[in-house]
């Protein structure tokens, strides 16, 4: 009997075995700054997590940070791509949606085999600085680089890492792409080894890139050597879908891969949501992209 139970159990165990291997480890989160990050001298207090009221958009609302992060989630070893792509949350530069347009993007993205970097980026905007979002620029600049410098320890390839941002996020995104220029000192090897602007870009609503006459601002600055750019918008969009149409039109003139997907309706800030609208197929056709590009083929 006991050698009965003893091959039962060690049944059970191989049967396990294959299904816990396949999970996904825990998401791991790493602190983007040595110490202080740069330019903070003022305390604002504890971060603040607000959930939505009754009868409000169902929206996760995260709060003044502070202390920027990353937090890695990876792909079960048996889909790892070698792809990885860092997640900016939108908010409008006031707080971060950090779950419709943060947890479960990378939850998705693990779906494709890519490594997910949710960047917590520091909210709300900093008083007397220029550009006013040079906070969340130095972040994003910072998480692009040290996931380089993450490269073998996360099993990514360091020149197929990408950025995917929501809205403001997106507006953050394309900052991070298309400023040539680091917005910080250096402060350790992964700054001095490695670059700070992503090898591809997801945009999805992206906001603040043209000008009241609907032409893409001066400070992007598009060239052959800019990453190609994938684009989700919807046309009742209270937030003009004339950025992605201009930027995308910059990127095709200069002959960089972009491909832009302009849907008749779904207003804004739906994220991975499911709704009735063609524009919640996005992260198909997104994943579809990535495909195209060969960015979820294993990485050599």
């Known amino acids: 009997m006991i050698r009965g139970l003893a091959l039962a159990l060690a049944l ?23 110490g202080k990050a740069p330019g903070e001298t003022k305390d604002l207090g504890a971060e603040k ?3 939505p009221k009754k009868g409000q958009a169902d929206v996760k609302r995260l709060g003044n940070v502070s202390e920027p992060t990353i937090t890695v989630y990876a792909p079960p070893k048996e889909k790892a791509s070698g792809t990885a792509v860092v997640v900016a949350p939108g908010g409008g530069y006031s707080i971060l949606a950090i779950e419709h347009e943060g947890t479960d993007v990378c939850k998705w993205l693990n779906d494709l085999g890519v490594t997910a970097v949710l960047l917590k980026y520091r909210v709300p905007k900093r008083e007397a600085q220029s550009p006013d979002n040079l906070a969340m620029v130095q ?14 320890e996360l099993g990514v390839d360091p ?21 040539q220029k680091r917005l910080y000192e250096k402060v350790d090897q992964a700054d001095e080894a490695f670059g700070h602007r992503p090898n591809f870009c997801v945009l999805v609503y992206p906001a603040y890139l043209t000008d009241k006459g609907g032409a893409l601002k ?13 684009f989700a918008h919807s046309s009742d969009d209270p937030v003009t879908s004339e950025g992605s149409v201009a930027l995308y039109l910059a990127l095709t003139k200069n002959k960089v891969p972009a491909e832009l997907h302009l849907y008749a309706t779904g207003g804004h800030g739906y994220g991975m949501r499911k709704t009735a609208h063609p524009c919640a197929s996005w992260p198909d056709r997104a994943g579809d992209w990535l495909k195209a590009r060969g960015l979820l083929e294993k990485a050599k």
């Open 139 to 152: 972040d994003a600049q910072r998480a692009v680089t040290l996931v380089r410098g993450m490269s073998k």
């Open 159 to 179: 020149n197929r890492v990408g950025m995917l941002g929501f809205s403001a996020g997106g507006h953050l995104t394309v900052c991070t792409a298309l400023t």
């Open 12 to 34: 059970a165990l191989a049967l396990a075995l294959p299904a816990a291997l396949a999970r996904a480890a825990e998401p791991v989160t790493h602190k983007l700054w040595p």
């Open 218 to 230: 001066p400070e992007f600055v598009v060239t052959k050597d800019s990453p190609p750019m994938f």
């Open 49 to 51: 997590l607000t959930e």
